[in-house]
C-alpha cells in the first residue's frame, strides 16, 4: 500500500496547528483503492492481471467488468480472486461508465486486462497521487519489446498527443494509455460520454480543461500473450479519436474552433472580391456579378461564425465554472460508513439472506387471520359508559 505523508513533508514545526492538522490526518484509515479492469475475451491474460495486482496492492478491491465476453474470461476472473460484474454494452467507454457509477473508492486505479501493463509499477502510481496530492497519475508506457507497441498505433498516439497539446495544453506524452490513478474527486465528477477507446482521449481533456493536477510516470509496457488479440481497429479507432478531439475542440474551445472557421471564410472571401475590386476601379464595371454575391455571403457568414464564437466561449466559461463547483463538492475521501464496499459480496448477499428468512412465508402470512378494519374503534363504542 503507499505511505502517505510524514508531518515533516508537511513543512510545520511541532507544536503548531498545522501539526496537529497533519496528525489528524494521519490518524484516518488508510484509503481503499479499487483495480478497476474492463474485459472483452481476455481469458489467456485476465488470471495473471488478477493475480498480479493482488499481490502488488493486497489491501485493494479488485474489480473486473466482463464487457460481453464469449469466452471464460469471467469465470477465470472469479477463480482468481476478482469481484466480477457484467456490462452488455459493447465499448470501452460504456464500461468505464459503469465502473465509475457503481464502484465508490479513495484510489482507483484503471488498467486494461490484456497483461500489457505493469502491476508492480502500481503502488508507485498510487504513492504519488496521494503525497501529492494528484487527481490523475498516467502510465507513459516505455515499451519492453519492438512487437509491444506497433509502429502505427505510436505514430497515431504522438499525432493525437499533440494535437490535444496543442489546443488543452501540454502535460502528458501518452495520452492514450490505458494505464492511470485516479482520485475520487476526478472520476465522481468525469462526464463518461464516450463509448470506445476514445474515452482516454476524453479522461485527459477533462482534467486539462479544469486545470488538475497531473502526473506522468513511466512504466515498462510488455506484448500480449500468445493467444490474446488486440481489440483495437488501427483506422477506425484513430478517426474516431481525432472526430472526438475535433468536437472537443468546437464545444469547450468554440472562441478559438469558430474564429478559425471565420478567418478562412474572410481569406476567402478577399480572394474572390479582390480582382473585382480592381476591374471596378478601372472600369467603373462589376462583370462577375455571381462572384461579387458569393464573396459577399462568405464574409456575412465569417462575421456570424465570429460572433458565435463570442456567445460560446461565455456559454462554455460558465460550464467550466459549473464543473469545476461540482468538483470542489466532492469529497477526496469516501465517508467510512460505506460498510457494504468493504465487505465481500457473499458476506452481503448471506446478510440479505439471513434477513429474509425471519420474514414469515407468503403461506404463512394469507392463513394469518386477517384484522378488521376498525374493529377496536367498534368494541370501545359498544362498552357501557360509566
Do not use: W
Not at 114 to 129: M, N
Not at 199 to 227: G, M
Not at 257 to 273: E, N, R
Amino acid at each position: 500500500m503507499a505511505v502517505l505523508p510524514t508531518t515533516r513533508e508537511f513543512g510545520h514545526s511541532p507544536g503548531t496547528d498545522g501539526e496537529r492538522a497533519a496528525e489528524e490526518f494521519l490518524s484516518l484509515p488508510p484509503p481503499q483503492v479499487a483495480v478497476l479492469i474492463p474485459c472483452l475475451n481476455e481469458e489467456t491474460a485476465v488470471g495473471k492481471v488478477v493475480a498480479d495486482f493482488r499481490a502488488a496492492l493486497p489491501h485493494a478491491l479488485i474489480f473486473v467488468y466482463d464487457n460481453g465476453s464469449v469466452d471464460r474470461t469471467a469465470l477465470v476472473a472469479r477463480e482468481a480472486g476478482a469481484i466480477v460484474r457484467r456490462e452488455p454494452l459493447r465499448g470501452k467507454g460504456n464500461v468505464m461508465r459503469r465502473m465509475f457509477a457503481d464502484i465508490d473508492a479513495d484510489v482507483y486505479v484503471l488498467v486494461d486486462g490484456d497483461g500489457t501493463y505493469d502491476a508492480a509499477s502500481a503502488p508507485t502510481l498510487v504513492t504519488r497521487l496521494l503525497e501529492e496530492n494528484a487527481d490523475m497519475v498516467n502510465g507513459a508506457r516505455q515499451e519492453q519489446c519492438a512487437q509491444a507497441y506497433r509502429r502505427g498505433h505510436r505514430f497515431g498516439n504522438r499525432i493525437l498527443t499533440a494535437l490535444v497539446s496543442y489546443f488543452f495544453g501540454e502535460q502528458l506524452t501518452d495520452m492514450l494509455s490505458g494505464y492511470r490513478v485516479l482520485s475520487r474527486r476526478f472520476v465522481k465528477s468525469f462526464p463518461a460520454l464516450a463509448s470506445g477507446f476514445e474515452i482516454e482521449t476524453e479522461l485527459t481533456v477533462h482534467a486539462l480543461q479544469l486545470h488538475l493536477p497531473i502526473i506522468e510516470v513511466v512504466t515498462p509496457y510488455r506484448d500480449r500473450p500468445p493467444a490474446s488479440a488486440s481489440k483495437l481497429r488501427t483506422i477506425p479507432d484513430g478517426v474516431r479519436i481525432l472526430r472526438l478531439i475535433a468536437r472537443l475542440v468546437r464545444e469547450e474551445r468554440p472562441l478559438e474552433f469558430f474564429s478559425s472557421v471565420a478567418a478562412l471564410m474572410a481569406i476567402t472571401s478577399l480572394l474572390l472580391i479582390a480582382p473585382i475590386v480592381r476591374e471596378f476601379l478601372r472600369t467603373g464595371l462589376v462583370p462577375r456579378l455571381p462572384t461579387a454575391v458569393l464573396s459577399t455571403g462568405l464574409m456575412l457568414v465569417s462575421c456570424l461564425s465570429l460572433a458565435c464564437g463570442l456567445i460560446l466561449a461565455t456559454v462554455t466559461r460558465g460550464r467550466i465554472e459549473a464543473k469545476r463547483l461540482r468538483y470542489l463538492q466532492i469529497s477526496m475521501r469516501r465517508e467510512r460508513s460505506d460498510r457494504h464496499f468493504s465487505e465481500p459480496i457473499t458476506d452481503s448477499v448471506s446478510r440479505i439472506v439471513k434477513r429474509s428468512s425471519r420474514l414469515p412465508a407468503a403461506s404463512d402470512r394469507a392463513r394469518a387471520p386477517k384484522r378488521e378494519p376498525n374493529r377496536g374503534r367498534r368494541d370501545r363504542a359498544s362498552m357501557p359508559a360509566k
